[in-house]
């Protein structure tokens, strides 16, 4: 959702409005990263373009729902 506002010289400018009751389902599959390290360990760690896309949304402050 967008709100647009006019300045004084009848320019819009838009900018991101989001409301308290806005919730955004992302739906795909999750990836699990699985990381060699050099020293022989490794690690899991979860990973995909759609968990990135929730988790930066729920930096952004928006309830995020990740759907698998």
């Not at 409005?17 to 919730?23: G, I, L, S, V």
Request: proline residues 4%; charged residues 20%.
């Amino acid at each position: 959702m967008t709100q647009t506002t006019d300045d004084a010289h009848g320019t819009a400018e838009r900018s991101p409005t989001p409301r308290n009751n806005e919730h955004v389902l992302v739906v795909g599959e999750a990836i699990i990263d699985v990381v060699h390290r050099a020293d022989g360990t490794v690690d899991y760690l979860p990973g995909g373009s759609l968990g990135n896309v929730a988790l930066t949304l729920g930096r952004l402050e928006r309830t995020t729902t990740l759907a698998t």
